[in-house]
């Protein structure tokens, strides 16, 4: 089965790819006209970080509540989803097979920093709206990209605030760092070391690793060994997996920490068949199961649209990235184009959703610094360690 889903995505990407590189010349539509706006998203549905291709396919449930509700301003949504395998090359084609072929006027979440910054200067040059990455790095929007909007709080201020924590808060002195080999893990630890100097403090260890790799033996002996008492990883969820199945074969029992990105604790908690209760992670936006009265209207949209679908945090993060979005095409008005598009996007000022409060300006395009604590309690519940937190050496925001 997984054989012919491999090769049926093989061959959907090798038949975009001739398409887009047959007619180099072709023009992209206009991305919208009087009946619908086209909105598409790239999300790894196979492959190493495929437990994130849910943030795609839940941003279908804003847009077909949206089109239930009559569209905006007349226009229904219509929305596509391509599977990129969390391979950059892959992504540069679908993206470019989305513009030039089916006319696209925005993207919206998209996983991986390496596919984005694949796709983040083609975007800019074709003039395509991009809201909400999946993913948080400065190279995104320092400086600023005219077309590029992040809700994401950047890596770098959630690994301050998440340092921070356990320095002062669970008095930890010995902190190891491991991260994956790419502008996600490296911006990761950029934030953690940062705060870490305003204590005087360094890592006692800090491990690299590829988003392939399988065996981590070697690299959680070297954790071990380095008397680390809490270890901050920072991965896509199967490296995570196999870390802390690999620790408990060697005794090893940190308190481990996370980025948001494993913040799914129901997926996390049954991938590592229950190593993952205890974990500490950011949170972007609020719990799955909240009572907050917008995600119980999405929660019940998403029993009656997608019964089949697990509603968790991956997948209720795709609405909060593309409700940015909606809000702009909702302040535009009828006259529907790309400038007025971006003119209302650059007014957005304390909007909030699913997640922290979004401030937009044509100077700053890095919507919050804010994130929430959470741990992993028994079953998979989530525990509210620390409300919205800033990062106060985030001197951007100054």
Known sequence: MKTKRHFFVMVTFSIALLLVFASPGLAGKAGFDKKEIRIAQWGPQTGPAAP??????????????VNEEGGIHGRKIKYFIRDDQYNPALCKAAVKELVERQGIFAFVGGVS??????????LEENKVIW??????????????????????????DEASILTKYLVEKM???????????????KNGLVGCKDRLKTYGMELVEEIPVEPGEKDLASQMLKFKNS??????????????TIALKTCATIDYKPQWVSSNTLSDYPLMFKITEGLWEGVITG?????????????????????????????????????????????????VG???????????????QGFQGLGPKIYWSED??????????????PGASYEVLQDWTANDLATWKK
């Open 227 to 240: 008397g680390a008492e809490t270890v901050i990883i920072w991965s896509n969820p199967t490296i995570a």
């Open 113 to 122: 920093s390496a596919s984005g910054l694949a796709v983040k200067d083609y």
């Open 283 to 331: 949170a972007f936006g609020i719990m799955p199961q909240s009572d907050d009265p917008l995600m119980v209207k999405y929660r019940e949209a998403g029993k009656r649209m997608t019964p089949d679908e697990r509603w968790g945090t991956f997948y209720t993060a795709g609405i909060l990235f593309a409700e940015p979005l909606v809000e702009a095409l909702k302040m």
């Open 334 to 348: 009828k006259d529907l184009s790309t400038e007025a598009c971006l003119k209302a996007l650059n007014s957005i």
């Open 364 to 377: 700053m395009h890095q919507g919050s610094a804010s994130v929430m604590i959470m741990k992993c309690g």
């Open 131 to 156: 809201v909400g990455p999946a993913t948080a790095v400065n190279e995104y929007v320092f400086p600023v990209d005219p077309y590029l909007f992040a809700v994401y709080p950047l890596y770098q």
């Open 171 to 185: 008095k930890f002195r010995k902190i190891g760092f491991f991260y994956q080999n790419d502008s996600y893990g």
């Open 52 to 65: 994130w291709g849910s943030v795609a396919r839940g941003s279908a449930i804003l847009f077909n509540l």
